[in-house]
């Protein structure tokens, strides 16, 4: 079934620096990649998300890439702030009818710190 | 994502009893999930629902159960057989299973066991 790695498990940047966190997956029928951001004992919520049919999209300071040849796909945070320390999960998904059913697999998880 | 409410927000148990977490959705989603999160792990997915009267098993059903019985709920029962039921227990839903939508998550409920 479908494997998802993310990397760096922690990450820590100056106010202002870019972040990056990078994820891998094992299924080539993958077509759909959402990222979450998670505050403190709060819910998961979706910042942006990447379908495979692009290979990037941008929502301001937030952007994604996403290579299908290599398969792997990465978040980028311009000129963070201290309001995007959270934890930041990726996930990938497989369409109906492939081994996965649709189901969204999850990678491990980054936790993001940004200095004032 | 308001649609969706958990309940309890905290939840205590004791040995050998089960409880149950409630999940309801009014965003007419036919698919529903149960997650567990512990710390410094990603999401598990425990259960699965794509349609009424039907779910599936996902990566850690064992010790868990569920139910779907109306489109707009999907309760979570720990039963006892969960020997380590401390946990984050996330309930999402979407649009439909296998369409490349996002899931919408609830506000978690915290187990532990007292």
């Known amino acids: 079934g479908e494997n998802v790695e993310q990397h760096p498990s922690t990450l820590s940047v100056q106010e202002g620096d870019s972040a990056v966190i990078k994820c891998t997956y094992s299924?080539?029928?993958?077509?759909?990649f959402p990222w979450y951001k998670q505050e403190l004992g709060k819910r998961p919520q979706l910042i942006i998300d990447?379908?495979?049919?692009?290979g990037e999209k941008k929502d301001q300071r937030i952007a994604v890439t996403l290579n299908k040849t290599a398969k792997h796909f990465s978040l980028h945070i311009t000129e963070t702030q201290p309001e995007d320390s959270a934890v930041y999960f990726c996930?990938?998904?497989?369409?109906?009818?492939?081994?996965?059913?649709?189901?969204?697999?999850f990678g491990q998880g980054t936790t993001l710190q940004v200095k004032p | 994502d308001g649609g969706i409410t958990q309940s309890p927000k905290y939840l205590f148990r004791k040995e050998g009893q089960n409880v149950t977490l409630s999940c309801e959705q009014n965003?007419?989603?036919?698919?529903m999930y149960w997650y567990r999160q512990d710390p410094g792990q990603g999401l598990r997915l425990i259960y699965y629902?794509?349609?009424?009267?039907?779910?599936q098993k996902g990566d850690i059903a064992e010790g868990y159960s569920v139910s779907r019985e109306k489109k707009e709920s999907f309760p979570l029962t720990v039963t006892s057989a969960q020997k380590n039921p401390t946990a984050f227990y996330l309930c999402?839903?979407?649009?439909?299973?296998?369409?490349?939508?996002?899931?919408?998550f609830g506000d978690g409920t915290r187990l532990s066991i007292l």
């Open positions: 999402a839903s979407s649009p439909a299973q296998g369409q490349d939508q996002p899931q919408h």
């Open positions: 299924d080539s029928a993958s077509n759909y």
């Open positions: 629902s794509q349609i009424v009267n039907d779910f």
């Open positions: 965003l007419n989603h036919d698919a």
């Open positions: 996930a990938a998904s497989s369409p109906a009818g492939s081994s996965n059913t649709g189901k969204l697999i």
């Open positions: 990447i379908r495979s049919n692009v």
